[in-house]
Structure formats: C-alpha cells, structure tokens
C-alpha cells in the first residue's frame, strides 16, 4: 500500500470512528455552572448595586437573577424598552413586617386600580362592608396610612424597587390594626379577581411538569421508554393522595422553597430556603441512582417535579399569605378569610397553562433549551433556583392581582421556565451518572 492510500485509509477509519460515536456524543448535553458571565456582572454592577438600592433589602442572588434576565433578553433578541418590560420588587424588610406589602407597595401605573376595586366592592350586593361607615373607615385609614409611610420608587434597569421614606419608622410602629386594613384591601381585590377555576402548573392539560421532564430527558439522549417514563411521573407528586392531616405538609409545604422574612422586635430576619421541595428532589433523584430497572426512571420523573415546581415565583414567594387559602380549600379554617389569596396561584398557572402551546407559547421556551446546569448536589441546586425565581414574585402577584398580562409577567414567567429548563436537564443527567 502507498503512502497516499494508507492515509486515506486512515481517514476513512477516522471517519467511520467518528460518525459511529456521533449517536453517544449527543448526550448529556452540554452543562455550565450558575456562574455569572462577565456580562451578567457587568450588568448587576451598573444597575443593580448596593449604592442604587440605598438600603433597601434585596438578596443578592436576586440583582444576579435580574442581572441574568437583562442579559437572557438580549440574547432572544428582546427590545425591553420598546416592548415596555419593566419588573416590580418590593423591599424585604416591609413583606417581613406585613404580607400584604404588595397591596400598598403597588406600582404608580397600577395604584389607582386598588382605589378603584375599594369603591366597586362598596356598590356590590355581597359586598365584604356590611355598613357605609365600614367602607369610610377603611378610606380613611388607607389613605391615613399612605400618607404615613410614603412609597417610595427606585427605577434602575428594567426592575422598579420599592420601599417607603420612613422604612425605620414603618418597622417599629406598623400596627395589627394596619395589618387588618391591609388584608380587608387584599381581600377585596382578591374577590374582584375570581374569575377561574384553574389547574395546577402540573395538570393534565396541559401537563407541562410531563413536557419539560420529557424535553430534558430527550436533551440527555434517553431512550423512548426511559424519557415516557420520566415524563409520565413528574406530575405525578400533585395527584398523590394523603390522609387530610399531612395535606399541607404533604402537597404544599414540600412543592415549595423559598425565604421567609420576619420581623423580630425591629429587627429583620431573613430564613433563606423555607420549604421541602430540596429535600424531596434530592430524595428521588438519589433514590433513582440507585437503581437500574424502570424504577430509576419513574424516581427521576417524581424528583423533576420539586425542581420544576421551583420554576414558578409562587412556590417561591408568598408562602405565608397563600397558606390560609390552601386550609381554606380544606375547609379547616374557612372562618379565618373569606377569599383566597391563592386564587392567583390559580390564575397564574391557568394564564401559563392556557398560553402553553399557544398565545405567547410558554412551552417553547422551555423545549428550546439545549444546555443544562451543571448539578453536583441537587439540593442545593433547587435553592439556587428558588433564589432567581423568587426575584419575580412580586411582578407575578402584582401583574395577576390586577389583571395585567402584559409583556413585563411574560418574560418573566419565560425567564424562568428556561431557566427551570436548564436546571431539568442537569437534574437528569446527574439522576443518569
Ligand atoms: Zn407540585
């Protein structure tokens, strides 16, 4: 054999070589850390630092997770200015002196909105005053407590945070009596808004715990029956059934992960990752490394759920005010709030849900992502997540409670269900190793 044929037969070799490890090349897909770029730093730097924010309270990990949204809107190619983007956050501290922050905390454009759900539940047949002098009551002390604690507005970036001027005063002498005004306001808001029934992020219909489980699995290069029986479990910790006592723990507690700030005699304490869904994700997916047979797959399935659930500002935000509609709905304590707060919970999965494969087409930004997150302790992985989605909270219950889908709820709700995504793919691929 000449030179020239023994080096083509040497790349002919190569070729085959290649194109046979082509088919395992494509898995796992490639994984990165949650480390910021140099552009999301430079991003969090100019916008969303310490001097901007001037006291008011915000994790850290929430300016990187608006750092990273800035960035992720470029890349889709997002003009945030034109398209109106812009975030609401609401200081730490005020929802760590009172859970209705938000009914008071509101943005500008949408104040006026709760001024007018106050006058139309007075003119209502079932309204929630019974005498005209409730009704002048609760005028007066709202707009007595406004003018009290005045709200203020930081812009920078595509987030508004708010706070109010006198913030020490408002944590010392902020009353049961305002905290009771509050919630009369939330609750008549909240009734203004009952409009659906709704399914849960889970559901059947659509099953979007079962779509990105299935697009995760697919990114890892599973088979087809491996990637069914993933994705034909992942909704399934919604639907498992308890006795009446462990409901809360069992349904809600442990689909939930987030932080929880107090207010403790003035000063202000933060508990970081309040909730069971780590625990219960790190659970299965260890469960899952352990075996081998249809076992593995149907445990990684159940461990994609309490990561996915994450995804979702309302199992990272709000925990304590949603709790009373969540017994509610048990009808333990129905005696203790006539409506439910989680009727946003509702109406924001029923908003994702209903625009899934359609409208603004949430599910493709969760089928688009290629490129997982590197997962080395899952359980800490599923706090990293809760710390970028719980940055949106306050845009999700400002936006649903007064009925805003606009852009701004779109690319947040899209932000996190990639990001969600990535975090799906990393899971299954260390529940693979
Ligand atoms: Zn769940």
Redesign the pocket.
């Known amino acids: 054999m000449n030179k020239k044929m023994m080096l083509l037969s040497i790349s002919c070799a190569c070729l085959i070589f290649i194109l046979l490890t082509i088919p395992a090349m494509s898995t796992p897909a490639e994984l990165k850390n949650a480390d910021l770029t140099d552009d999301e730093i430079s991003f969090k730097d100019t916008y969303y630092n310490r001097q901007i924010l001037n006291g008011i309270n915000v994790p850290d990990k929430t300016l990187e997770s608006f750092a990273r949204f800035s960035v992720w809107l470029e890349e889709q190619g997002v003009d945030a200015e034109a398209e109106e983007i812009n975030l609401i956050y609401i200081d730490d501290d005020l929802k760590a002196v009172t859970e209705y922050a938000w009914v008071f905390a509101a943005k500008p454009d949408t104040k006026q909105f709760v001024a007018e759900k106050i006058a139309a539940e007075q003119a209502e047949s079932e309204s929630l005053f019974s005498t005209e002098s409730d009704f002048n009551n609760l005028n007066t002390s709202f707009a007595f407590f406004e003018q009290k604690y005045p709200v203020k507005y930081v812009h920078t970036g595509l987030v508004t945070f708010i706070t109010v001027e006198n913030k020490k005063q408002f944590v010392a002498d902020f009353s049961e009596e305002d905290e009771q005004m509050l919630k009369k306001i939330s609750d008549i808001i909240d009734k203004s808004n009952e409009n659906i029934i709704a399914p ?3 559901s059947s219909n659509p099953d979007m ?1 079962g779509d990105m489980a299935r697009w995760a699995a697919e990114k890892n290069g599973l088979n087809e029956s491996q990637i069914d029986l993933i994705a034909d479990n992942a ?1 399934a ?2 639907n498992w059934g308890f006795p009446w006592y462990q409901e809360i723990w069992e ?1 809600n507690y ?2 939930f992960c987030g932080p929880i700030a107090l207010n403790i005699g003035g000063t202000i304490i933060t508990l970081a990752h309040v909730g069971g869904a780590p625990g219960s994700c790190e659970e299965y997916v260890n469960i899952a490394k352990n075996l081998s047979n249809d076992s593995k797959y149907i445990n990684l399935g159940y461990s994609t ?2 990561m ?2 994450i995804s979702n500002p309302l ?1 990272t935000g709000y925990v304590i005010v949603q709790a009373p509609g969540y017994l509610n709905g048990f009808e333990l304590i129905d005696y203790i709030t006539e409506v439910e707060f989680s009727d946003y919970h509702a109406e924001y999965e029923t908003y994702v849900g209903s625009n899934w494969t359609s409208g603004r087409n949430f599910s493709e930004y969760a089928e688009d992502v290629n490129n997982g997150m590197t997962i080395s302790d899952p359980e800490e992985s599923v706090k990293n997540l809760s710390d970028y989605s719980y940055a949106y909270s306050d845009t999700v219950v400002n936006k649903i409670s007064s009925n805003q889908y606009d852009n701004s709820l779109f690319y947040a709700t899209a932000f996190c269900i990639d990001e969600g995504q990535r975090y799906l793919i990393g899971l299954i691929e260390y529940g693979c190793e």
Do not use: E, G
């Open positions: 849960k992020w889970s715990h909704a910790p919604d349904k442990k689909h759920h309490f996915c659930d199992h």
